[in-house]
């Protein structure tokens, strides 16, 4: 049986109650409850401010003039974590000046939902005023002048300024940092960084030269043109980058890539040239690997060498022929996780065992229901499945395989479509997996909205912990 939802503690229940109440007391246009509800928030301490603040700006449906009046009132200098959410544009010059008068403790900024476009002055002063910040998320509105104010943060460790925005080669070049260690720029397969776009790589490359303690570049597909440019003008350069993504790499990049970043442990090549992918045998730290349009014997020679290494493989269109699962099993007998996306799968020695999966993904995939079986069957210790293709397997199917499987681990369990699967199979994993918290998509399965809600009411009334997906049933 699925386990039973536990008791949430006192703290929870009383954030809520005093939450609702201060919604309730802050929802009317006039303001008339403003100043008794700031002298009672008075002593309040800062985490106490904090969680407030994270549960109403998280709060669906709530209107954006409450949840505005809620982080007026509740933004004290004590504050250190802040995200906005998501706002209408009316809001986000109020927002900004808020957050100038009332943020300076702050460590940790999330303006992910709040676009200033025209207002880059008050971005400008906000920044100035803030000099204990460590994390700062704002994506798709920097500029120059957030590349000069990181100059200046001593403290910054995560800084993603990420999307489509208006930076000059010479700041991006000029980014200099101690502390920062975690980079999010660009726009995911756009090769353009700055103006003028064909300075992108070469100002990239120049910011890695400036940050020495730089651990990851996130977003960006075209770090591995930035590095070559660096190992063109100096191979004893090293960097302490612990993950690279890059696209149409070619053997010169990855031989930078390979003698720059020798702490590399993840990384994610997104159209590879031939032998790229034996050369990344040198990397003897890496334990993530992310290929997309790649060929599959290239794929295998590596494996051979290095896969036992893997943790995490993530596979995506795979350039000719069929994928065989069960060589994987072989080679990468350590995989914690699996995800196959566009790739003809099939698994041709039923004995191999992957002791180690926890999470598999397969995703728009070719394949069978006796594949499926193979990797639900011998991998003993899935916490995650999800199966986003056609699969056939009826509800004696199921009840064999649960006959073969304990399924102790079983936490997620996703067939997005299982047509000959009916309320017999929901019931049965209900009663078989102890750990089962998700089961869906019953959209895709021979459910009906009248099984969905006998079987929800039966979870409420037990106090089952298991969600049913999807939330709202058609």
């Not at 070049?173 to 260690?181: A, G, M, N, P």
């Not at 597909?221 to 302490?240: C, H, M, P, Q, W």
């Not at 229901?369 to 056939?392: A, C, E, H, Q, W």
Request: hydrophobic share 40%.
């Amino acid at each position: 049986m699925s386990p039973k939802n536990f008791v949430f503690p006192l703290s929870y229940s009383c954030l809520k109650i005093v939450a609702n109440q201060l919604i309730y007391a802050l929802s009317d246009d006039e303001g008339l409850n403003y100043e008794t509800v700031e002298k009672y928030l008075s002593d309040a301490t800062f985490r106490v401010l904090q969680d407030l603040l994270k549960h109403i700006l998280n709060t669906e449906n709530l209107d954006a003039a409450t949840r505005f009046s809620c982080l007026q009132l509740l933004l004290k200098e004590n504050v250190q974590v802040l995200e906005t959410g998501v706002f209408p544009h009316s809001y986000y010059e109020k927002i900004l000046k808020v957050i100038i008068s009332g943020g300076a403790g702050l460590q940790q900024l999330n303006l992910k939902g709040v676009w200033v476009h025209d207002r880059p002055e008050l971005l400008e002063k906000l920044l100035e005023n803030l000099k204990n910040l460590k994390v700062l998320v704002m994506p798709h509105i920097a500029g120059d002048f957030i590349l000069k104010s990181a100059v200046t943060r001593e403290s910054l460790s995560i800084l993603d300024i990420g999307g489509d925005c208006g930076f000059s080669s010479e700041a991006l070049s000029e980014l200099k940092s101690t502390s920062i260690r975690v980079l999010e720029i660009g726009s995911y397969g756009k090769k353009s960084l700055c103006h003028p776009e064909n300075e992108s790589c070469v100002a990239l490359a120049n910011a890695i030269e400036n940050l020495p303690n730089l651990l990851v570049i996130r977003t960006y597909s075209f770090v591995g043109e930035a590095l070559l440019d660096i190992y063109k003008r100096n191979e004893n350069f090293k960097t302490k980058l612990l993950y690279v993504h890059d696209t149409q790499t070619t053997t010169e990049m990855c031989k930078a890539i390979v003698n720059l970043c020798p702490h590399l442990e993840s990384i994610y090549i997104d159209t590879p040239q031939n032998n790229v992918l034996n050369m990344l045998s040198d990397l003897k730290s890496l334990n993530s690997l992310k290929l997309a349009r790649f060929n599959y014997k290239e794929l295998l020679n590596y494996l051979r060498r290095s896969g036992s290494q893997l943790q995490t493989l993530k596979l995506s269109n795979c350039k000719d022929g069929q994928l065989d699962l069960s060589l994987i099993c072989l080679f990468s007998p350590g995989l914690v996780n699996l995800d196959c996306f566009k790739i003809n799968l099939t698994f041709t020695i039923p004995e191999y065992f992957f002791m180690s999966l926890e999470s598999l993904d397969i995703l728009y995939c070719d394949v069978t229901d006796l594949v499926v079986k193979y990797l639900l069957t011998n991998s003993p210790f899935l916490k995650r499945v999800v199966v986003g293709d056609v699969i056939r397997m009826t509800d004696g199917d199921l009840f064999r395989l649960c006959a073969e499987c304990d399924f102790l681990c079983l936490e997620e369990l996703w067939f997005s479509c299982a047509r000959c699967l009916t309320v017999t199979s929901v019931q049965l994993l209900m009663g078989h997996c102890p750990n089962l918290r998700s089961l869906g998509q019953l959209s895709g399965w021979d459910v009906s909205s009248a099984d969905v809600d006998y079987l929800r009411a039966f979870i409420l009334s037990t106090n089952t912990d298991l969600t049913l997906l999807p939330i709202a049933f058609p």
